[in-house]
């Protein structure tokens, strides 16, 4: 059952903003378009699975699987588009039993969340970064693209200075971000 064709609702309307959608064992939902911002999504024994077709988002406060399946490509068949999952809710907002809010909990479910191959996955930098500079040189060539997250791991006892920044340019080894770095980033080891 596709989420974009009317029939996988029966005589109800699609889901929209804070419905909480269910998926109940021996159901396989393919999700196929951006999502309303949900409630939720409870997975009961069922399967859902996440289409390939195009980029999208789910939004929702939670995903909870209790059996069941979540696939978004598999070992065979890389996820190759962009799917991205926004987690909506706060501390106080309503919480799963054993999970809690804003994630995606799997309780003896199957959970397959398999992206392009990437080579490498991480690397290190090459030379140290100043705080206030938005470059760094990696020590090997990587596949990463522009318009893409990394995270410049803290160099310092303070977790706190890891740093998310978006790719710009890539040019050989040197690798531009789309903000200066707040903190410095030791290189040696």
Request: with cysteine; net charge negative; proline share 4%.
């Amino acid at each position: 059952m596709r989420w974009s064709d009317p029939r996988t609702w029966g005589t109800d309307l699609p889901p929209i903003d804070d419905d909480l959608v269910y998926v109940p064992q021996g159901m396989h939902l393919l999700v196929d378009q951006t999502t309303p911002i949900l409630e939720g999504i409870i997975v009961e024994n069922g399967t859902i699975e996440f289409s390939d077709e195009s980029d999208m988002t789910v939004s929702a406060g939670f995903i909870t699987l209790r059996g069941g399946e979540f696939i978004a490509g598999t070992e065979d068949n890389d996820y190759d588009h962009k799917l991205t999952f926004i987690m909506y809710g706060n501390y106080f907002g309503p919480q799963q039993p054993m999970f809690g809010n804003k994630g995606i909990g799997c309780l003896e479910c199957k959970f397959s969340m398999i992206g392009k191959k990437r080579t490498p996955t991480w690397t290190m930098i090459a030379s140290s970064i100043n705080a206030g500079e938005n470059q760094l040189t990696v020590i090997e060539d990587v596949d990463w693209q522009v318009g893409e997250h990394i995270v410049v791991a803290s160099t310092s006892y303070n977790h706190n200075e890891a740093e998310e920044r978006v790719i710009t340019l890539i040019s050989g080894r040197t690798i531009t971000v789309d903000k200066a770095f707040k903190y410095g980033h030791y290189s040696g080891v």
